[in-house]
Each structure stands twice: as C-alpha cells, then as structure tokens.
C-alpha cells in the first residue's frame, strides 16, 4: 500500500541530526535501515554511517542511478520506467520496496530525482526529487521541488529523506 503526505515539511532539518535521530530510533526499537539512491550518488547511507553506532542498524545500501540497476539490484518494473519514467512517485515507490526486501531492513529509503543541471523539462524541472520510505509493509512517497546547484539539491534531497525516515519511525 503506497500513500503519500498531502504538504511537504515545512522546514528540512539538517541531514547529520536527522541521521543521528534516525539511528538513535533504531537502535532503541532494535530495527534496520537500507538506502536506495539515485541522484544522491550513496549521500544518505553517508550521513548514516557518520553516527557512531550506525553499525548496528544499518547494512547496505543500493546506488542505482541506471535503470538497468534499479531493475536488477531493486526490482523496478520495466513497465513502471517506461510508463512513469525513473524520476518518478512510482518509481520512488518501487525503489523502497524492493530496497527493503533486497536490504533485508525494517525501513528503506529511496531518492530519485533531477539534481541538474541539465536534463529537466517544464514538466520534471531540476529540482524535482521523490523520496520513499517503506516501512511495515507500507511505502510513503514524497515530492520535493529543490533549486540550487547541483549539489545543493543532493543535499537538499538527502537531507528530506533522512527526515522522512524519522517522520515514518515515529508517526507507526
């Protein structure tokens, strides 16, 4: 079951004190955490390997920033990528399901988007990113509309999906 948040947060906290939350919730629940990552090039499993401890709950991670490897190390359906594209909700989607069972984690992660700065559209601008997050059989996507530089939407995006982590830990 797929759903999404009506209003993207308000305010993207930092990516190291989502990390640090996200391992912390973790930890005290005994769970385990895996990323799948696109346009963040392995940014989020960065932040989470930064926090001492960060062994105890998280394993793996995918960089599939292909389509043939979100389709061979995740699973995305050839038919989702070709009807909705990879810089989509339900590619997103796919991208944490898979990640969860690939990553044999509690709670996965997925980020893929257009960090620029070339390749957007009027329809799918730069800037635009879907973030996943399963987590007890339920995937929750989000759409994000960054700007800045290339950089700045990577971190942008990092940092969103580390926090969406923490949201979906504590709000089941």
């Keep these: 079951m797929n759903w999404m948040l009506e209003e993207c947060f308000s305010e993207i906290v930092s990516a ?3 990390a640090a939350q996200l391992v912390h919730i973790l930890q005290k629940t005994g769970q385990t955490a895996a990323t799948a990552e696109s346009c963040t090039g ?6 989470i390997v930064s ?8 394993e793996n991670g995918f960089i599939t920033y292909c389509d043939q490897a979100k389709e061979r190390l995740l699973q995305v359906s050839p038919q ?3 009807a909705h594209t990879a810089v989509s909700a339900e590619t997103a989607a796919e991208m944490a399901s898979g990640c969860a069972k690939a990553g044999r984690a509690d709670l996965a992660l997925s980020v893929t988007g257009l960090a620029g700065p070339g390749g957007g559209t009027p329809s799918r601008p730069v ?3 879907y973030i996943g997050c399963y987590y007890r059989e ?4 989000q759409e994000y509309r960054f700007s800045g530089s290339r950089e700045e939407i990577r971190c942008q995006a990092a940092a969103a999906a ?3 982590g923490c949201y979906c830990l504590r709000a089941r």
């Design 51 to 58: 926090i001492a401890g960060a062994s105890e709950v998280f």
């Design 138 to 141: 339920r995937v929750l996507v």
């Design 16 to 18: 190291g004190e989502s």
């Design 80 to 82: 989702t990528l070709a």
């Design 162 to 164: 580390l926090q969406l």
């Design 127 to 129: 800037g635009l990113v």
């Design 42 to 47: 392995g940014m989020v499993a960065s932040q």
